[in-house]
């Protein structure tokens, strides 16, 4: 039974059950794990899992369940579970299904070159990272090199006649190298990603690891200082990517964004544009429809420094009159679609990092943010975050320093983004992010 | 119920080291769940699922081999052996013979959750609702949501060992927004254990109320100081420090390889006498407890830290292997898609005898740190930052006004030997640990512990 089989199945099922509309989104797939330390493979891992989500849309009440079993009384036993748990939620006037369905034709998601690659020639691979890490002088340890890849189907039926599916694969690696010993100890972290493991340097992964771990060998806690900062790649992708989920329509109509008003404001500086792009091809999280079946488009969030759109599935859309931007986002079939960011993208400007710190004169270089999601007051703005990095001294990097918190409010910080940098990266944790360094002409530092 | 025949364990372990292999396990699980919550005064996502599957490994040498499938059905659990001893290129090994799975010791659940019709949980919701909604004309915005969770679970290994567990939980959370002129301000609390209805429907409004106050509170917060600063920490959620800053530092993955500031320290004086630390996963329905943990081996009390000298790592069986140790019940993993890792259960600081009255007192200028918005740690050095979600000043020995975007920041062997005082109020909050990409429930907690002095990142200029 394919997929799709599998998807329609449990629309029946449901609409069997009782409902007067129903989804299944169903998922199929594969992925290998293998972590390699010290020259030896420390474990290697072949998985397999499939699974169906079913929303069930009873007279404006919305239930869900999931289950792994996807045999016709699994099937019925998962319908008959969302159709009853619609019971118990309050009607929702802005609920159901979109108006309009769709995909875009999106090149590229698949990798048929994955299925070449033996384990044998990926354990090579992450053993490669590891020993590109090790080798610089001065590394003392590589903790974890691994190399990872996935593949799978994801269908999506609907009782409004909607039938969809694709497929995708996906393939990373990473290592987290150490430098210094003791209580001087520094770590860094190096990836990469791709459709397929040919997309990926070893090289480059090992050495970004020890590098980064290297730079901040003898970091000490610095005084505190307001200061220009630059923030790397890394970094940028983190605030980027948490600044990209207060701009959920869901999160504005609750009363939980910063943003929530501001639509049309100039918000940033007039260098900053900032889209949400289900369409690139490079982009980890690209897909043809969104978790509840409309076509995916890019979305212009911030340009010339003015906020154009909030992300919006189609519920959200109804509540504020507008169109989705096919932003239902699902993590698995293990959860309902909820609003979200695909992939983020920041747009690059023309400095390379050396101009930034120039522009910077004295500041601080941040190469790491630590509890990001705990630091940040979502409805306020305000921050304050651990934080480590290099000091910039008459425009070049200085001294490492650790230990420190870097403090400011979302649009404080927003509006003084001065300079964007050249060099843009994929950044796959704290969502997927596209982003370069950004100079940020002042923020406050606390030290000692 | 059994979700795999001893008979049928035994077979696939035996395909499972066809090729050898030191040790083999099979690990099964059958879970279920449901979650509802209100926001924006409505009830809404009514969720839940069933899923079963198993998970088996092969351990030769340093290297783990695994593989995972959804289902327990005969064929495929064959099949992923075989696949998994692909990995190795011994000789056959024969595994120990099985006997049925023993039940462990489990944690009292008077009333099981799926036994509570959904109906009820949602009118339990509408009345915290309610209740965070009149705290004050403030109160802008609630979201209340309640989870529930079952997860049976079968370990299988070629030692052997045949042992079960049957582990419930339950969470109600609150999170509360407030707003006064131009002023929000979020308060949250949780309520959770490894017990079932009976623990949430003794109180729930409190949690609501909890929720509210916090915000509240901080709607008249001034910004936090910057700089060092003593700090005494709250009891409960407070707990997250040692978790964070000592506790995943003590975990054996991390020890072994020497990506730990605790790795060579054992039987070495870190702290003062008066700090005792446990990590206890037999405690009675507390929310990081379970019969027995995710490679059958029983929980148990372990005794951390003793008057201030470092007793004991955290060890799974791997680990413990490895140290030519026994392990100390903590090799968790979230579910049968993970292999297990060391990680603590709960973990907490012992109770002293001071009251946070007189840890107080003693401070000229000073933080009172009540509750963590979460927090990170780096193992390898120890360096740790939290977000404080509620906060106070203490100015000459007195609690004054909240604060907020207070941040701790430091680093854990310094925050450690840094204590100077600690309060007899013990108490276990609700935490989920992440580490490798898994999530597990985690109890965090302690009585009021005063710390000398810690860097303070504040918003204050």
Redesign the interface.
Known sequence: MSLEDVARRAVEATVDAGATDAEAWAEEGTSRRIRV?DG????????????V?VRAFVDGR????????LSEEGLR??AG??R???????P?EYGGLPEEFGTTAVQGLASNTLVDWS?ERKVDLALAVERAARKRRGVT?V?NAVYSDAEGGIALVNSQGFSAGYEATQAWAYASA?AGE??D???GLGVGLGRDPGALDPEAIGAEAADRALALVGAR?PS?R?CPVVLDAFVAASFFGFIGSMLSADAV????SLFAGREGDEIAAPALALADDATDPAGPSSSPFDGEGSATRRTPLIEHGRLLSFLFDARTARKAGRATTANASRGSY???PSVGTTNLTLQPGEAGLEQLFGEAGDGLYVTDV??L???V????G?????A?GRLIENGEAASPV????I?SDLVGMLQAVQTLGSEARWVPFGGSVKAPPVLIAEM?I??? | MTLVEPALAERVLARALERGGDFAELYAEARQGFGISIDDRRVERPQGGRERGACLRVVQGDSTYYGHVDGLVEEDLLRVAGSVAQGLRGEAREPAALSSAERAAGHAVEIAPPDVAAAEKAELLRACDERARGAASEVAQARIGYAESRREVEVYNSDGRAASDDRTRVRLSAQVVARRDGRVETGTDTLGGHAGWELIVADPEAVADRAAQRALTLLDAVDAPTGRLPVVVGNGFGGVLLHEAVGHGLEADAVQKRASVYAGRLGDELADPLVTAYDDGLRPNDWGSDGIDDEGTPTRRTTIIENGRLVSYLYDVLRARKDGVESTGNGRRESFRHLPVPRMTNTFFAPGEATPDDLIAGVERGLYAVSFGGGQVEPATGDFVFGVSEGYLIEAGEVTAPVRGATLVGNGLEALRAIDGIAADLEIATGYCGKGGQSVPAGVGQPHVRIRELTVGGTAS
């Open positions: 330390y030896e493979v420390e474990s290697l891992s072949d998985a397999g899992g499939r699974g989500g919305s239930g869900y369940a999931y289950g792994t079993e036993e998962t579970a969302a009853e748990a619609a019971e118990v939620a309050d929702d384990t340890q903790e150490f003791g209580s100890l520094m770590t806690q505190s307001r109509q609750r009363g939980r293990r959860a309902p630590a509890g999601h705990s630091g007051n979502p409805v306020s305000t921050f304050s975050v651990g480590s650790r230990e420190l918190t403090a406050s606390s030290g000692s």
